[in-house]
């Protein structure tokens, strides 16, 4: 039984205030319903704010995590963040190949691969993310991009690194724009993407955590997570809501 896992994607969002009192809220929370207690939690939060949360989450059962790592050990590299930083602030998971990070930064399959392994050598968890368009969707394409992007990951890593990464399925049309992916369609893809695991080892991929990052919200968790190959969520917008990521948890 694979364990759940919620994972908090801050995104540029964040002060120390307001950070303070979300993580102060979360954790009072989870102190008063032991959701935690069959339920893994992190934050991945932006990387001016390790200092103060990695402060604020010592002891507790929430997990610090990062939204992105270079794929360089160090050097000449502005604005990058290594893995040896990472392990510094004690982040144990590591957001790779987001989305944004796709779209926005023009991240290439081959660049998250090799992120994905540089987290892997360094110890820390990576979260691979992969997902379509609406217009890759639409065109029927949904098997081929995601298999694809996760394709390249898979022939990366060893073997014996299966089992230490987290994937998750992020549906790009059905992110903030009012369109949903119902609970048998993120299924349907996540069976996929489990059986691309088997191909690379059967034992280790019936290990690896398969999260849903296309705007899990506590009024669909519930749905969404009763599925058998979804195994948590990648948490966007609720995850800056203590009230909607504690439910999303209770839910998991």
Known sequence: MRRKLVAGNWKMNGS?????????????????????????????????????????????????GAQDVSAHEAGAYTGEVSTSMLQEFECRYVIVG?????????????????????????????????????????????????????????????????????????????????????PAMAQEVHAMLRKQLQVKNAEAAAQVRILYGGSMKPDNAKELLAMS??????????????VDFLAIIQAA
Not at 100 to 121: C, D, M
Not at 229 to 242: C, E, F, N, T, W
Request: charged residues 15%; proline residues 3%; negative net charge.
């Open 98 to 182: 987001h989305s944004e990070r796709r779209a926005y930064f023009a991240e290439s399959n081959e660049l998250i691969a090799q992120k994905t392994v540089r987290a892997l050598q360094a110890g820390l968890t990576p979260i691979v993310c992969v997902g379509e368009t609406l217009a890759q969707r639409e065109a029927g394409q949904t098997d081929s991009v995601v298999a694809e992007q996760l394709n390249v990951v898979l022939a990366a890593i060893a073997v014996s690194d299966l089992a230490k990464i987290v994937v998750a399925y992020e549906p790009v049309w059905a992110i903030g724009t009012g369109k949903t992916a119902t």
């Open 16 to 64: 120390l205030a307001a950070n303070a009192l979300l993580l102060t809220e979360i954790e009072s929370g989870l102190k008063s319903n032991m959701s935690s207690a069959t339920c893994d939690v992190a934050v991945c939060v932006p990387a001016p704010y390790f200092a103060q949360c990695q402060g604020l989450l010592n002891g507790s059962a929430i997990t610090l």
């Open 229 to 242: 190959d979804i195994d948590g969520g990648l948490i966007g917008g609720a995850a800056l809501k203590s």
